[in-house]
């Protein structure tokens, strides 16, 4: 499958323990984006990367969360002391980078429950 | 800041029927792409369509085609022939045509059809 590949797809913390979610791009793509959708509401932006560079993280929150990608490996989206708010899916999506069409392609998403 | 809405948080359909979705976008920019995708109760994101804001022409899938009006910026997506399988949230999207940037969301539109 060389789709974008996202895990654990479910992952259950309790208030204060971190979470990490770990995106692989479609083979090819260098840009990664990560968004996170709230129940019933639509896909906010949280930040965007490419390898080993932070591009655009006007949507990420300032304190608790983090993300990289680096040369090697997936994108990672870590959250430290995670709260019950947190609980979401975030999805991550890849894309080649200029030209190639504009859309972005989606991984099924990790939902993150927060006990 | 570039930003989506879509006014109709649920719509509903009799099987084989047509549907039109609305979708209105405020930018400065001339170049950008549009899209509408899909994400059914499996949560996975599926693109539908996409528009480059400098085609005239109207795009069209299948049984998907948008009435894309860039003076008025507005991209609506109709669905003829709707069919079960159709049902799920739909949500308009906007991206610049330059640089690799990120898509910005609507609010989302949820379907449902009605047998």
């Known amino acids: 499958n060389a789709g974008v590949m996202q895990n654990p797809r479910h992952l259950v913390r309790r208030r204060g323990q971190e979470a990490r979610l770990r995106c692989s791009p479609m083979k090819g793509h260098s840009h990664v984006y990560w968004y996170r959708q709230l129940p019933e509401e639509g896909l906010k932006f949280m930040v965007y990367?490419?390898?080993?560079?932070?591009?655009?993280e006007s949507g990420m929150p300032k304190e608790r969360f983090s993300a990289e990608f680096p040369k090697e490996g997936p994108s990672i989206l870590r959250i430290q002391q995670v709260v019950r708010g947190d609980s979401a899916a975030y999805f991550c999506?890849?894309?080649?980078?200029?030209?190639?069409?504009?859309?972005?392609?989606f991984g099924e998403g990790s939902r993150l429950t927060v006990l | 800041a570039q930003t989506v809405t879509q006014s109709q948080p649920e719509m509903s359909v009799q099987e084989a029927e047509t549907v039109t979705l609305s979708c209105t976008y405020d930018t400065s920019e001339s170049d950008y792409y549009l899209f509408w995708y899909k994400q059914p109760p499996s949560r996975q994101m599926i693109l539908v369509i996409r528009q480059e804001a400098y085609k005239q022409q109207n795009a069209t899938e299948n049984r998907f085609s948008v009435n894309f009006q860039k003076a008025a910026k507005s991209f609506s997506l109709k669905i003829s022939d709707s069919q079960l399988g159709d049902a799920a949230m739909y949500f308009c999207?906007?991206?610049?045509?330059?640089?690799?940037?990120?898509?910005?969301f609507g609010q989302g539109t949820r379907l449902t059809i009605n047998p």
């Open positions: 999506a890849s894309s080649p980078g200029q030209g190639a069409g504009g859309e972005l392609f």
């Open positions: 999207a906007y991206r610049l045509y330059q640089g690799a940037q990120k898509l910005v």
């Open positions: 990367l490419q390898k080993e560079n932070i591009i655009d």
